[in-house]
């Protein structure tokens, strides 16, 4: 076909036959996968693209139709019957047996599945459609002209939704949504389960990227996606049934985890269906890491994490609590003790400082924020006085004013040094803490804590911010206002600012490296650290990337496996796609879905506010089966389908 640059991806056509494309690099997408593998061109639901001529659209259009009736549910006429007529057509003419009619057809039904199709998948695809027959009429009239034979590609399919793509763990959303909207609750349990093995866990607490990139909130609310997940996994609890789980049994190799939080657990989860002997190890006498004892109870039961960590151990996982790695066990213990591979899943456990003046010298009063709450996590005894101070904006600065209220503090106060709309806490959990009576102090940074002689905090010097031009962050930067610094009293100052990942346990001639921010270094999508006599040292979660979420480790899980089985660890080509389809960026904010608006989301409950600040109870009160059956029929299925062309291998 020759060389050949064009799109219509995001509606602005760049062709190289009208003289509107010069080069590939007029493409508006990504040109390879992150894998590094090269593509010729692509086809999906914001239209097509060729920048090589070694991929015919043609071929390309066949393929994609060949996907949608793979991956049509067949639920309306005009994806189930029109994606088959549309295949059949393309598959004609790529045979050279192609009739004019055929284009007609094509045409005809790709507007059909655009306009009429009861879910996105079609109507996404018939844009597709639409696009390819719009633009390359003149190369399937020739075709069929000439009763050319077009030869056939290499293809890659990937299937995702907009809050698909955006799920750390690319959870099938739409279809645990839809079982949902169904009434079958334990269907939906399974389909989260095949991703997320702490469906409770992250019920409750995850901060819902997917509900961000939920097409419904261009309409009137994003469907509660995080809350559907905790209601199938309490209403397992509520009826006490047993979890649809195989029960594997391990004859492959052993491989140890440093670490039973999320990402641990997860990565033990998936090699122990996989038939692997695992072994975790965890300093805490409890699982969950720093969601145990960095979240508090009244966000999420510990019962609830000890149940799901319980059912990883029915698998065959042999969880030693109370073990820590360079104190109990060893680093040789890891790499010459047996086991063919090692995953570090250490979190990021320590709290952080202020770096301001006085905060070396008090003796009674300052706490940093991931050491309060685990110590009230754990029972430990912690400073109570009358009135707090928590700084910072984030989550875990909401987890420590809200318990400083429940551990007897009569006033608490939040600074943060921004507005309100830069902050990157919850905004759920920033509506709770201000019913519950904490004070935010917006615009102010603290410049020194206030100490009596004997090191006792008296309270904290603040300075007024005002906001300047934007940071790295995209957000703006806080500027000090010269002179407007004035003394906040308060009894006990707590920097809720960051995380600090501990390596300790690490000798210094490991060959495992960190950064400057402590993070360990990984291959990318490989997640090896490093490779010890043959032992395949692996790593995910906040010790490689930093505090983020609490879905990690699967995918470790399977390039351990690989590594095991293949002695190699590319990436894997599911995980590739994601990453690429995340590049495509398929949620667009300001797009008109077309769809009225007309229900709102539905809302969770809470225990009434003078009962729940009382004691740590769970304050959110879940979904009855009316609810989330009416919030989960609010979904639009926003599948779409993606089809890339990579060069072929030399």
């Known amino acids: ?46 239209g097509l ?39 059949d057509a393309l598959a004609r003419v790529c045979d050279g047996r192609g009739e004019p009619g055929d284009v007609a057809t094509v045409e005809r039904l790709a507007e059909r599945l655009r306009n009429q199709a009861m879910c996105d998948l079609g109507r996404s695809c018939g844009k597709a459609f639409s696009d390819f027959v719009t633009h390359f009429r003149t190369e399937l009239d020739e075709a069929i002209e000439k009763k050319a034979k077009v030869p056939r590609g290499e293809y890659r399919l990937k299937v995702t939704a907009p809050c698909k793509s955006a799920c750390p763990a690319h959870l099938d959303i739409p279809t645990y ?211 707090l101070v928590v700084v910072g904006g984030g989550n875990v600065a909401i987890d420590c004013v809200r318990t400083g209220l429940r551990v007897g503090y009569e006033k608490v106060t939040l600074v943060y040094r921004r507005t309100e709309a830069e902050m990157p806490a919850d905004k759920v959990e920033i509506a709770d803490a201000k019913a519950e009576g904490i004070e935010f102090l917006f615009l102010h940074n603290p410049t020194r804590l206030v100490l009596d002689e004997n090191g006792k905090v008296k309270g904290v010097e603040l300075i007024k911010m005002e906001l300047g031009e934007p940071d790295e962050s995209g957000r703006r930067r806080p500027v000090p206002i010269e002179g407007s610094e004035f003394v906040l009293e308060t009894d006990a100052v707590i920097p809720a600012i960051g995380q600090a990942i501990d390596l300790g346990f690490l000798p210094e001639d490991a060959p495992v490296k960190a950064d400057r921010r402590n993070q360990i270094q ?7 650290a490093a490779v010890v006599d043959g032992v395949g040292v692996f790593s995910a979660g906040d010790c490689v990337t930093g505090p983020l979420t609490l879905i990690a480790g699967k995918e470790a899980a399977f390039q351990i496996d690989r590594f095991l089985r293949e002695e190699r660890t590319e990436p894997l080509e599911e995980w590739v796609m994601n990453e690429y389809v995340a590049q495509l960026k398929p949620y667009d904010p300001a797009e008109d879905v077309g769809v009225p608006a007309t229900t709102e989301p539905a809302h969770i409950h809470h225990v009434p506010v003078e009962e729940r600040i009382r004691d740590f109870r769970e304050a959110e009160i879940g979904f009855t089966h009316e609810e989330a059956i009416a919030d989960a029929s609010r979904c639009l299925r926003c599948y779409r389908l993606l089809l890339v062309a990579p060069e072929p291998a030399a």
């Open 1 to 46: 076909m020759g060389d050949r640059i064009f799109s219509s991806w995001g509606g602005q056509v760049v062709d190289s036959r009208q003289g509107t494309a010069k080069g590939a690099d007029d493409v508006p997408v990504p040109r390879s996968l992150p894998s590094g593998t090269p593509l010729l061109g692509l086809m999906g639901w914001d």
């Open 177 to 387: 949504v839809e079982l949902i909207k169904k009434g079958r609750f334990e269907d939906s349990l399974e389909v989260i389960r095949q991703d997320n093995c702490l469906p409770g866990t992250v019920g409750r607490v995850c901060v819902r990227p997917c509900e961000f990139n939920c097409r419904r909130q261009n309409v009137d609310g994003p469907v509660q996606i995080k809350y559907l997940k905790r209601f199938v996994a309490d209403y397992e609890l509520d009826r006490n049934r047993p979890p649809r789980l195989p029960k594997p049994t391990p004859d492959k190799e052993k491989v140890a985890i440093v670490g039973a939080g999320p990402a641990g657990l997860s990565c033990a989860y998936y090699l122990a269906q996989l038939g692997y002997d695992v072994t975790v190890f965890e300093a805490l006498p409890e699982p969950g890491g720093m969601a145990a004892v960095g979240i508090p109870d009244y966000r999420l039961p510990r019962w609830i994490l000890r149940r799901e960590a319980d059912l990883i151990a029915d698998l065959g996982v042999t969880v030693r609590y109370n073990t820590e790695v360079g104190r109990d066990v060893t680093w040789d213990d890891l790499v010459k003790g047996g086991f063919k591979a090692v995953f570090l899943a250490v979190g990021a456990r320590l709290g952080t400082g202020l770096r301001a003046p006085g905060e070396e010298d008090a003796k009674e009063g300052f706490m940093r924020g991931a050491d309060f709450l685990r110590d009230v996590a754990l029972g430990k005894p912690v400073f109570v006085g009358k009135r």
């Open 49 to 87: 693209a060729v920048w090589d001529g070694r991929a015919n659209p043609i071929d390309m259009a066949r393929a994609y139709a060949e996907g949608l009736v793979r991956y049509s549910c067949g639920q309306c006429v005009p994806c189930r019957v029109g994606s088959k007529v549309i295949h």
């Open 522 to 528: 990984v291959e990318g999508l490989n997640k090896l």
